[in-house]
């Protein structure tokens, strides 16, 4: 599988952004895509993740209300809508996928498989 992620850029406090995530590759069985963030200097954390099948979506505290993830499973897409960004939204955030994703691991990087390149989200205040 590989994660072809667009959508990042410049965007001031309050603003929002779409990114997407295109997937070649099988997306059956137990497939589930996802988000994480890295900003300057921390960890690498989950945002939020959409489950092939069915699509149960799973956010992080810090995304709830504000993000909403969605797939398009003909064009095997993903998309990230990111609303009333706040600058500690800033961060390169990374398009994950992985085809045997059981629900407890939605939000563990280390369970997802592949990992698109990065694209920057820059919230100015």
């Known amino acids: 599988v590989q994660l072809q992620a667009s959508g990042g850029g410049l965007v001031q406090a309050g603003g929002s952004l779409r990114l997407s995530c295109a997937a070649s590759?099988?997306?059956?069985?137990?497939?589930?895509m996802g988000w994480f963030r890295q900003a300057p200097g921390k960890e690498r954390d989950f945002v939020a993740a959409?489950?092939?099948?069915?699509?149960?979506?799973h956010y992080a505290d810090s995304a709830k209300g504000r993000f909403t993830i969605s797939r398009d499973s003909a064009k095997k897409t993903v998309y990230l809508q990111m609303n009333n960004l706040g600058p500690e939204d800033t961060a390169v955030y990374y398009c994950v996928a992985d085809n045997a994703m059981i629900l407890s691991s939605v939000g563990i990087r280390s369970a997802y498989k592949y990992w698109g390149q990065g694209t920057l989200v820059t919230v100015s205040s």
């Open positions: 959409i489950r092939w099948r069915g699509g149960s979506t």
């Open positions: 590759g099988r997306t059956d069985g137990s497939y589930a």
